[in-house]
């Protein structure tokens, strides 16, 4: 029989692959909306180089605005569904024993938030950041997308 720290292991290896597909099927809902948000961003950064705005640029800019806004609530509703599968992922993995939370919580929680910031679909940068905290404690995960503006 292994040694209860090689099958702890193991299992932390599995629910981070049960993790990783989530966050996979995450980046690949959200790419065409993230993808949109860097257009708008940029073009929005290119309406406030104008230096005298006219009628019509102020309106392009309230309408991008509010584009930007609804593509935010999108994506984070989208990371929310996401987030309680995985909360329900680790309801799964996680033991409830005391002592092999510290194990869980150091194995998963530096590694979670560098698969957030890593993950090829969620590579937003020019206009929205991806954010994550999980908590083996708990039994749960976080993951907001913000756009910036």
């Known amino acids: 029989m292994p040694p209860p720290d090689k099958v702890e292991a193991k299992k932390i290896k599995e629910a981070q692959k049960a993790v990783h597909s989530e966050v996979k099927k995450l980046a690949k809902a959200t790419k065409t909306h993230v993808d949109e948000a860097k257009a708008l961003t940029k073009e929005k950064a290119d309406l406030a180089k104008v230096k005298k ?16 806004k609804a593509i935010e609530k999108t994506c984070n509703g989208e990371a929310d569904a996401t987030a309680k599968r995985i909360d329900k992922l680790l309801k799964t993995y996680v033991p409830d024993d005391k002592e092999a939370q510290p194990r869980w919580q150091k ?25 994550g905290q999980i908590s083996i404690k708990d039994k749960k995960a976080i993951i907001d997308i913000t756009v910036i503006k």
Request: aromatic share 4%; net charge positive.
């Open 107 to 131: 194995g998963m929680d530096k590694w979670y938030v560098d698969m957030l910031k890593k993950e090829p679909g969620l590579g937003v940068g020019g206009g929205a950041r991806v954010n």
């Open 53 to 68: 705005p006219g009628p019509e640029d102020k309106k392009r800019g309230k309408l991008l605005d509010l584009r930007i």
